[in-house]
């Protein structure tokens, strides 16, 4: 029951992390067979909820690769509910504050670290005996979004907590909070002298930063960069893009007949 993405950054190297925001069993399989390190399931901003969410994790376990969830918001039922269903990583939004990332820690993680309630339903063997809570608390990874100003603006304070296995920024809601156009891969420097201080700090206390990226350019340069898990897209933005290239190329070689 091990942990395929700390293990990953224990040797040092980054993963690259699939996204589902369709609520597909079928599209999760198809994903996780393309790779990854890792995927997470969007409760957030895609069109998933729990019942999907178990779907895709049931479709995702021939593959090795890490089940993870965005779960909609710091809130300790769903937080518990998503560890209980299958998740070894969760990614919080719009943790601002310590107190906030404590809060978060707290929900993740069993007594006497936290207050997580007992009841991995998912996550125990069926009618069997299991190890699970004696290592849920190592193995499952807590990760607060890095995505406003308030959050930079506390960054060493977030980054202190103890129980945070890593930091994720949203690049498109950090922008959109110091009055920019919300997208994903950013070129602003002030938005980039905020990813080299995140990087240096975080890697003083040996956390792992991960970051949202628009293009698989971005996020090999994310890499470079320090960044050790990287989402590309998601799974209907990447369908969206494979079928917009497609349709283009009939298009211009066609010979003006479509």
């Excluded at 224990?10 to 390190?37: T, Y």
């Excluded at 779960?71 to 969760?90: C, M, Q, R, S, T």
């Excluded at 975080?202 to 991960?210: E, F, T, V, Y």
Aim: aromatic share 6%; with cysteine; charged share 20%.
């Amino acid at each position: 029951m091990a942990n395929r993405l700390k293990q990953i950054w224990a040797s040092g190297k980054a993963a690259v992390n699939g996204w589902l925001a369709i609520p597909s069993g079928f599209s999760a399989e198809v994903m996780a067979g393309c790779g990854f390190d890792a995927v997470t399931v969007d409760l957030q901003h895609g069109v998933q909820d729990y019942l999907s969410m178990v779907q895709c994790f049931q479709a995702m376990s021939a593959a090795p690769v890490t089940p993870m969830v965005r779960v909609p918001w710091n809130e300790p039922g769903i937080i518990g509910k998503v560890l209980d269903g299958g998740a070894w990583g969760v990614i919080c939004p719009m943790v601002n504050t310590a107190r906030e990332a404590e809060a978060f820690v707290q929900a993740c993680k069993y007594p006497p670290r936290g207050t997580r309630s007992n009841g991995p339903i998912r996550m125990v063997g069926y009618g069997t005996a299991s190890d699970y809570q004696a290592i849920a608390n190592d193995e499952t990874l807590c990760i607060p979004m890095i995505e406003t100003r308030e959050a930079v603006e506390n960054m060493e304070a977030i980054l202190d907590v103890p129980g945070i296995a890593a930091v994720y920024v949203g690049p498109s809601d950090l922008g959109f909070s110091f009055g920019l156009v919300p997208k994903l891969d950013r070129e602003e420097p002030d938005i980039l002298a905020i990813y080299e201080k995140l990087l240096r700090e975080a890697s003083r206390r040996g956390i792992a930063c991960g970051i949202h990226c628009g293009s698989a350019a971005y996020a090999a340069r994310a890499i470079r960069m320090g960044f050790r898990l990287t989402t590309i897209l998601n799974d209907s933005g990447l369908m969206a893009l494979a079928a917009r290239t497609a349709v283009a190329q009939v298009r211009k070689d066609a010979e003006g007949l479509v």
